[in-house]
């Protein structure tokens, strides 16, 4: 570069510096007492040293999330050496523009690291997925940055962010054609939460200039201004609304010194609490009918519960209380191995970091139950030391429940016990219909002895393609079908043509069994209407029966869907097992029905998928069908099955259309459970199985010894 051109350079340069100054001093409070310095540098034109003194401010204010310093480093690297060479890695991939996100809680993971050659583009889609673009401008690998900077006082992290921060900024004006990308409303709510996060970290550096805070500061305030100038319908209902919002409420503790700190804060307490009353149903579940996005959503709100707590700020009721049913809601859908469901767009991930976090900040003891129980790494950096030994003094207390019904989103959790080693089972009854959701109606899962044995197929990616479409499928989930149909109608990655619903829901917990059933309405919709119902019925602690029914008038393909983690699966005497070295699950078709397997796959995670297997046990019959399906360990329960008769009152005996019945002998117990599936006459009420006359829709009968116990399901 010659004189010239270097004299130019530095002109504009210094000129857009001085804007930038202007522009956000422009926008201080000077009405507050501790900027009165500031002020009288400002109003002496020396906006120069007015910058120098609101870094000196910032670097002495007290921060909003970080709570540890360099004399919690030996505690930290002590009892968290795994987390901490992780963090160090990371961030020394960030260094080198190489990016790869794995944090637990990302919304969309990426298994292969991509690596930047020069300057990061922040507008990069590798292979076609523009959700990596979304990552990539998220920044939360910044907070790797900075807690490497704090593990060990090395600059050049804190050089990065500052180098990464700048060129970001410099190449992202707030313009139109940058709104499908990195302005993204959604990206702008969690940019704030981590830029601010970031900041912290390296406040006290060197190369953390009044320069740089001007420019910081000033985009800080812009993605206030953007996020603030609209609150559309679609973001009152939809977890994107609570996420920027969020954003804002960040933005609003962090710059108290701005003239619209008040507003911003108010604006987004009542937009927030516009969303929560909106978004998150009666049982505390979200709508969206995803734990995942109820978990960035439970996120968002534990973060505002936090800084309001910190900054002494009375939040609107239904703000508090909502989290905490959020929480609870995560407590009563975990799984023993502490992670949430794989329903909807979802991942496997742990909840116990989300759960000790509204513990103690709940101060709750149920929730405590449920989470670490000491604090993890991600937490010590958020609640220091003091805080951690206050969470450990809290004292665990087992839920007084163990199975629950969320009504609101039609979500059966059922469970033997509350151990690591206890059985459990989660069973779709409703579908709301939304782009995170699936064709995953009568769906079921079943976890048991530490591993998932029959899991939701998972999400994958959520770019256009036959792989959205394929872990969409119903067929990837533990559903029913009719001539290879699937139950709704495919349209593209976010909405279906056609979409099932069900109905009839019906539910029962008990000490000793839960039940639930509901119709899919799907099939109606052929020339030759099906119905479709499924009952299933759990005998705890490890005894599963499913009936099946299929309701029609001309000649079908019916099927039953059984979707598995592994090819660890084989057909076996027209049965299905799984081929572990012990705890095998026997899935026993109890009717003469054909089975096959396929390959298939299961993805834990976005962008991962493993090779799995799919069973299907189908049948081609007229008219009405029905299923009957034993599921057990044959290694835990000494079982033996058979189908008994079933008479009415006059001793005629009722085909499987009307009624059916099936005994299990469980070593001196023997459970009869009847079904009815279609009254043939109004007023015949009763009915007689193994001698016994019993009324009722669903009934359970318990003989021990010579003694009936009775048990009507439903009526």
Not at 183 to 203: H, P, T, V
Not at 257 to 262: A, G, H, L
Not at 393 to 406: H, I, K, R, V, W
């Amino acid at each position: 570069m010659n004189k010239f051109k270097l004299f130019f350079f530095l002109i504009i340069f210094n000129n857009t510096i001085i804007a930038q100054s202007a522009a956000i001093i422009d926008q201080l409070n000077f009405n507050l007492p501790q900027l009165e310095s500031v002020k009288k540098n400002h109003n002496s034109g020396n906006d120069k040293n007015a910058l120098r003194l609101l870094l000196g401010l910032y670097r002495q204010k007290e921060n909003l999330y970080l709570k540890v310093s360099k004399s919690d480093l030996e505690y930290i690297k002590s009892n968290y050496p795994d987390e901490v060479d992780k963090t160090l890695k990371n961030a020394n991939k960030v260094l080198n523009h190489n990016f790869l996100f794995r944090d637990e809680w990302d919304l969309e993971k990426s298994t292969i690291p991509y690596q930047f050659t020069g300057a990061i583009d922040w507008k990069t889609i590798p292979d076609g997925d523009i959700e990596w673009c979304y990552m990539l401008n998220r920044h939360k690998f910044w907070v790797d940055l900075g807690k490497a900077y704090l593990l060990t006082a090395d600059e050049k992290y804190a050089k990065e962010f500052v180098n990464q921060a700048t060129h970001w900024i410099d190449n992202n004006p707030l313009e139109d054609a940058l709104k499908k990308y990195s302005w993204r409303r959604i990206e702008a709510g969690i940019r704030c939460e981590n830029w601010i996060k970031s900041f912290e970290y390296f406040k006290n550096s060197k190369y953390i200039t009044p320069e740089f805070l001007s420019k910081f500061l000033n985009s800080l305030y812009q993605h206030a201004q953007y996020i603030n100038n609209s609150f559309s319908n679609f973001s009152k209902t939809s977890n994107w609304g609570v996420i920027e919002f969020q954003g804002l409420f960040n933005v609003s503790q962090f710059l108290t010194e701005f003239k619209e700190n008040k507003k911003w804060e108010t604006d987004a307490l009542n937009n927030l609490s516009t969303c929560i009353q909106l978004q998150i149903l009666e049982d505390g579940t979200h709508w969206e009918q995803s734990p995942m996005y109820h978990n960035e959503v439970f996120h968002c709100f534990m973060n505002v519960n936090l800084l309001a707590q910190r900054n002494h700020i009375v939040l609107p009721e239904i703000v508090v209380q909502k989290t905490k049913q959020m929480a609870l809601a995560n407590v009563q859908w975990q799984k023993p191995n502490y992670h949430e469901p794989l329903l909807g767009d979802s991942d496997d991930n742990d909840l116990r970091s989300f759960l000790t976090l509204s513990s103690f900040l709940f101060n709750d003891s149920i929730l405590k139950s449920r989470a670490f129980k000491t604090v993890d790494y991600e937490n010590f950096f958020i609640m220091g030391k003091e805080n951690s030994i206050i969470y450990e003094n809290l004292a665990g207390q087992q839920p007084d429940f163990l199975s629950t019904y969320q009504q609101s989103s039609g979500d059966f959790y059922m469970r033997s016990s509350w151990k690591e080693n206890s059985t459990y089972t989660g069973f779709h009854l409703k579908k709301l219909g939304c782009g995170h959701g699936h064709d995953n109606l009568l769906h079921f899962t079943l976890f048991a002895n530490g591993k998932d044995y029959l899991v939701d197929g998972g999400r994958y990616t959520y770019v256009e393609n036959r792989w959205r479409e394929f872990f969409k499928n119903n067929k990837s989930h533990n559903t029913l079908g009719v001539d290879d149909l699937t139950n709704s109608i495919y349209s593209d990655s976010w909405s279906n043509s056609f979409e099932a619903r069900s109905q009839g829901i019906f539910t029962k917990i008990e000490s000793s069994f839960d039940y639930a059933e509901a119709e899919n309405t799907a099939y109606k919709r052929l020339i030759d209407p099906v119905s479709i119902k499924r009952r299933l019925l759990f005998i705890k602690p490890n005894i599963w029966v499913l009936f099946d029914s299929f309701s029609a008038n001309g000649e079908h393909k019916f099927s039953q869907y059984f979707n598995f983690p592994n090819d660890s699966i084989q057909i076996k005497s027209g049965t299905l097992t799984t081929t572990y070295a012990k705890n095998n699950l026997i899935i026993q078709p109890v009717k003469k029905a054909e089975i096959k397997l396929t390959d298939s796959w299961w993805s834990p995670e976005y962008n991962s998928k493993i090779e799995s297997k799919r069973a299907e046990v189908f049948s081609a019959a007229k008219g009405f069908t029905s299923f009957i399906t034993l599921l057990y360990f044959p290694d835990e329960t000494n079982l033996k099955y058979e189908k008994t008769p079933v008479y009415n009152r006059s001793n005629k005996l009722l085909s499987d259309e009307v009624a059916e019945a099936l005994n299990i002998v469980v070593d001196d117990k023997m459970y009869t459970i009847f079904v009815l599936h279609n009254s043939p006459v109004p007023a015949d009420h009763f009915f007689i199985v193994n001698d016994q006359i019993i009324s009722g829709e669903i009934v359970l009968i318990e003989k021990n010894k010579d003694q009936n116990t009775i048990k009507i399901i439903k009526d």
